[in-house]
């Protein structure tokens, strides 16, 4: 079965521009998440989507950070603007069912913000 | 709030031994565990999953879970220098959230 799939691998931009990622999880997993890794802390549960619908996005900065999931598929994360600490590793993950059985991880994005 | 709590480490073991890698949580709630190594500029990979108390062995690895004690541990038997990794802890705290530790930095010196 294939992975779940991000883009891009890796992603440099200035503070205050805005920058997107792209995930596309396994196929029938209803579940979606959005986690932010800092170097050396686990990570950090952004947006968790079942289906089309949020389910968690209380870490979710959302002054700055907005997500979708478009027919219950493919989900992009945006930020806007951008600030030096949004800088981290942006990994996807995906379900078959709420996570009870553990998550498959994208290969994720890491965003410099200089 | 709900947590998970891992030793930061590094944990240093020689080549060949037993590592054991431990974690606590708070939520009493919480249906089932995982382990999940992470190479150095990788993303996380599922490696254990336990769901009950006791012990659940595949391979080298045996994860145990004692859910009185509120305690999930790893054993790696026979380490090879491939298993240096971070490994994180987590539990499913049912209402679809899972809670990751801080994980581990786990050596495994040659």
């Known amino acids: 079965e294939a992975g779940v799939a991000q883009s891009p691998r890796y992603k440099i931009i200035e503070k205050r521009q805005s920058v997107a990622f792209w995930c596309n999880p396994i196929s029938g997993h209803a579940t979606l998440y959005w986690y932010q890794q800092i170097l050396g802390q686990g990570p950090k549960l952004l947006i968790q989507f079942q289906n089309n619908g949020v389910v968690d996005d209380s870490q979710l900065p959302k002054d700055r950070f907005s997500a979708e999931r478009l027919k219950g598929v493919d989900s992009t994360l945006k930020i806007q603007p951008a600030k030096l600490e949004d800088s981290a590793v942006y990994l996807c993950?995906?379900?078959?069912?709420?996570?009870?059985?553990?998550?498959?991880f994208g290969s994720g994005t890491r965003l410099t913000v200089v | 709030q709900k947590e998970v709590e891992q030793n930061s480490g590094p944990l240093s073991v020689p080549e060949g031994a037993i590592a054991s890698l431990n974690c606590t949580y708070s939520d009493r709630g919480s249906q089932s565990f995982f382990w999940y190594r992470q190479y150095s500029g990788k993303s996380p990979e599922l490696i254990m999953s336990i769901y009950s108390n006791g012990d659940k062995e595949d391979g080298r690895f045996t994860a145990q879970l004692n859910k009185a004690s509120q305690y999930v541990s790893l054993l790696i038997r026979d380490s090879q220098p491939s298993d240096s990794a971070t490994y994180l802890c987590a539990g499913y705290t049912g209402g679809f959230k899972t809670i990751f530790g801080a994980g581990t930095r786990l050596f495994v010196k040659a």
């Open positions: 993950a995906s379900s078959f069912i709420s996570g009870v059985d553990g998550y498959t």
